[in-house]
């Protein structure tokens, strides 16, 4: 079966590092893949896209690779800061349903 | 602002109670979707549409009904709610069907069911 999956150990790391997030998937065959920030009680936000044919895409601090041999995703946010503190979500196209299955994401706590 | 709205963000109701969610979104985009969220299990799929009178069953569907009359609009809709329905429900719309963007998600609905 199609499975998404990422730490879901929460990630805790000193301001000013860089943060390293996985997502790894299996079934899938996947177009490109994309990630998300929730923080609690709020809807998720889009943060980047990356296609298949696209082993690296960088927004500002934000960086995702995506390496379709090993089936996974990192997402890497430099010199963290503490606002950086939320959950990451990367999700999949299921071509067959039209529909982004999520992963359960990974929890984020920058310290000051 | 380009934002997809959610009502009402919160809602308690009573077994068999019907009830509605309304979503509406004002960026002209073709797919829409339904997503419940609970702890543990994530994110899952209800509903979903990818242009008017056109919608699909996601993952969950059951004990759930959708409409899509206008663009805009995508409306959740519980016949009979149930507790096991008590959930964080959030509606999602994105510019194509071929989900190449990014979803523009609703800010929420937290539904309990008593």
């Known amino acids: 079966s199609q499975k998404i999956e990422q730490n879901s150990e929460a990630l805790n790391i000193q301001e000013g590092k860089t943060a390293t997030l996985t997502c790894n998937y299996t079934?899938?065959?996947?177009?490109?893949l994309q990630w998300y920030r929730q923080d609690p009680g709020r809807g998720p936000v889009f943060l980047l896209l990356i296609r298949e044919n696209e082993k690296e895409k960088r927004k500002e601090r934000l960086k995702v690779t995506f390496d379709t041999t090993l089936k996974q995703s990192l997402f890497h946010i430099t010199a963290s800061q503490p606002a950086d503190s939320a959950t990451y979500l990367c999700?999949?196209?299921?071509?067959?349903?039209?529909?982004?299955?999520f992963g359960s994401g990974t929890r984020l706590q920058v310290q000051p | 602002e380009a934002q997809v709205t959610q009502n009402p963000r919160y809602l308690i109701t009573v077994t068999g109670k019907k009830l509605t969610v309304t979503c509406s979104q004002n960026m002209n985009h073709e797919y829409m979707s339904w997503y419940r969220q609970d702890p543990g299990l994530g994110l899952r799929q209800i509903y979903y549409s990818m242009n008017v009178e056109v919608t699909d069953k996601g993952d969950v569907p059951e004990g759930y009904k959708v409409s899509r009359k206008e663009k805009r609009n995508f409306p959740l809709i519980l016949e009979s709610p149930s507790p096991n329905q008590t959930s964080l429900y959030f509606c999602a719309s994105s510019l194509s069907s071929g989900l190449s963007y990014g979803y523009t998600f609703g800010s929420g609905t937290r539904l309990t069911v008593v």
């Open positions: 999700a999949l196209l299921d071509t067959g349903r039209r529909a982004l299955t």
């Open positions: 079934n899938y065959s996947p177009a490109y």
